[in-house]
């Protein structure tokens, strides 16, 4: 009996070898994570951390990685801020509750530990694309939590107001698979911008591969009219404009991240995860954008193709 009971044993550690050591107890997630609000509103509550493996970045993602894998892979958003800052603190929300609804996050900057706004120096566009090798190695690390997790076709860059500069700086890094600028355009006049912007020409919008959205504060945004001037020159990709009353600061501050994260992730829905029920807040002759309290748009006609 007792030798029956050890090549059972045997047996048992034989089949898991073969597997590939299937029984390998996942990695956890880094310490220090931080719960904003609840989690957010969507199925997978989401958290707030940084990897000392990407240093001056803040990471959100669901807390709990075990409902995905190789089959069913998180979509990536790499996320720029606002004035430059090199640290998310005006967005935290905003990219928490984008995060709940199964992405992973990657957003420029130190995480924010407390009320204190950072102060240091600007951060730089190069710090986008660390984003996107950062995620795209960890689904290829076999000791990290994100291992097969992470759905590298499906990346977009997007940022506010300077974040939104940096993104279009990046337009053309082909692993993109759709870009969002919000609150934010390619200057008009350069001479107004604050020292040390990216400061593309118009000429960059002729690099765009992919899907665009603007989400604009509307005309009480300082950005307005250099957000629709981009908008009104694309024509060789699908673009989308969204404009909400609100002004420059937009609503990343309101619970969840307010109406810019509901804009916000239908887009991503649609674009990165095939969401037809999503792309109806975009397409037709009325879409469902207008349902919701004072929004407007524009679009261009490669939408509804």
């Known amino acids: 009996m007792k030798h029956t009971l050890v090549l059972l ?38 958290v707030m951390f940084e990897d000392t493996t990407l240093k001056e970045h803040t990471i959100f993602c669901p807390k709990d990685l075990t409902p995905f894998s190789k089959d069913n892979p ?9 004035a430059c800052n090199n640290s998310p603190h005006e967005h935290v929300l905003f990219l928490n509750e984008i995060a709940s609804q199964g992405y992973l996050v990657v957003a420029t ?16 566009t190069e710090q986008q694309i660390e984003s996107i090798d950062w995620a795209i190695a960890q689904n290829a690390n076999k000791d990290g939590y994100l291992f097969e997790k992470v759905d590298t076709k499906n990346i977009a860059a997007a940022g506010m107001s300077c974040g939104g500069l940096q993104t279009l700086f990046n337009c053309a890094d082909p692993r993109l698979k759709t870009i969002m600028i919000c609150n934010s355009g390619l200057f008009m006049n350069p001479g107004v911008a604050i020292p040390g912007m990216p400061m593309p020409e118009k000429s960059k919008l002729e690099e ?38 609100v002004g420059h600061g937009g609503t990343y501050a309101q619970p969840h991240g307010g109406e810019f994260s509901i804009v916000a992730t239908a887009w991503l829905n649609w674009q990165l995860k095939g969401d037809a029920e999503a792309a109806k807040m975009f397409k037709g002759e009325t879409p469902g954008i207008l349902s919701r309290k004072d929004w407007s748009f524009e679009k261009n006609e490669l939408i509804d193709k």
């Open 9 to 46: 044993v045997m047996a048992a550690a034989l089949l898991a070898s073969c597997q590939g050591g299937s029984n390998k107890v996942p990695a956890q997630l880094p310490d220090g994570q931080i719960v904003l609000e609840d989690g957010g509103t969507g199925a997978f509550k989401a």
């Open 74 to 82: 998180l979509p990536v958003l790499v996320w720029g801020n606002g």
């Open 109 to 124: 900057g130190f995480m924010p530990h407390d009320t204190v706004f950072y102060k240091g120096p600007m951060s730089k």
């Open 208 to 245: 765009l591969h992919t899907p665009i959205i603007y989400i604009l504060g509307d005309t009480l945004d300082i950005a307005y009219e250099n957000g629709m001037d981009d908008f009104h020159r694309i024509s060789k990709v699908p673009a989308f404009a969204a404009n909400l009353p």
